[in-house]
């Protein structure tokens, strides 16, 4: 059984999109049933050039990426997540819509947050730079995420431990 999370930010065009393209990349590399979404609550409509560069960099596949809403996330047809997780403090702050977990549950909540990249001083080598630093973080955390035995975790023990790696 796949395991499903979805990783929240604003416009889902940078720290959601890397946080996802790492999570899949290294779940894929370790053989685990775990599967990363990403959205935001007012999608851009774009992904930021800088995050699928420093992806393809770090050889993370991106075809087929795109910004999306969080809509696609709370009907019939969505996954069965056991996590959201935000990457942002907007998002953090905003009233989220109902998702659905596994049977009879609401996934875990829990707040990871990391400072804009596309935010960053320096033009194009300073946006280039904070997009790889805010990829190396969200990829340490997801290996963090993925040493745990989440097929096992009830959802207080998920929520305990995510909030763990949070303050890591």
Same mark, same amino acid.
């Given at each position: 059984?796949?395991?499903?999370?979805?990783?929240?930010?604003?416009?889902?065009?940078? *720290?959601?999109?890397?946080?996802?393209?790492?999570?899949?990349?290294? !779940?894929?590399?370790?053989? $685990?049933?775990?599967?990363?979404?990403? +959205?935001?609550?007012?999608?851009?409509?774009?992904?930021?050039?800088?995050? &699928?560069? /420093?992806?393809?960099?770090?050889?993370?596949?991106?075809?087929?990426?795109?910004?999306?809403?969080?809509?696609?996330?709370?009907? !019939?047809? +969505?996954?069965?997540?056991? @996590? /959201?997780?935000?990457?942002?403090? %907007?998002? @953090? !702050?905003?009233?989220?819509? /109902?998702?659905?977990?596994?049977?009879?549950? #609401?996934? /875990?909540?829990?707040?990871?947050?990391?400072?804009?990249? %596309? !935010? @960053? =001083?320096?033009?194009?080598?300073? *946006?280039?730079?904070?997009? =790889?630093?805010?990829?190396?973080? $969200?990829?340490? *955390?997801?290996? #963090? &995420?993925?040493? $745990?035995?989440?097929? =096992?975790?009830?959802?207080? %023990?998920?929520?305990?431990?995510?909030?763990?790696?949070?303050? %890591?």
């Amino acid at each position: 059984m796949i395991t499903h999370l979805l990783i929240l930010c604003t416009h889902n065009s940078a *720290r959601s999109v890397l946080a996802e393209g790492m999570l899949n990349h290294l !779940a894929a590399r370790l053989g $685990l049933d775990v599967r990363a979404h990403s +959205a935001g609550s007012a999608p851009s409509g774009r992904i930021n050039p800088f995050a &699928l560069e /420093v992806l393809a960099e770090a050889g993370v596949y991106t075809r087929g990426f795109r910004s999306k809403s969080w809509d696609e996330f709370t009907g !019939a047809g +969505a996954p069965p997540l056991a @996590a /959201v997780i935000t990457v942002c403090d %907007s998002a @953090a !702050a905003e009233t989220c819509p /109902v998702f659905f977990g596994g049977p009879g549950q #609401q996934p /875990v909540k829990v707040h990871w947050g990391y400072p804009d990249p %596309s !935010a @960053a =001083e320096g033009g194009d080598e300073g *946006r280039r730079r904070a997009f =790889e630093l805010t990829r190396q973080a $969200l990829g340490y *955390r997801m290996l #963090q &995420l993925l040493q $745990l035995p989440l097929a =096992e975790l009830d959802r207080d %023990s998920l929520q305990q431990a995510l909030q763990q790696i949070a303050q %890591s």
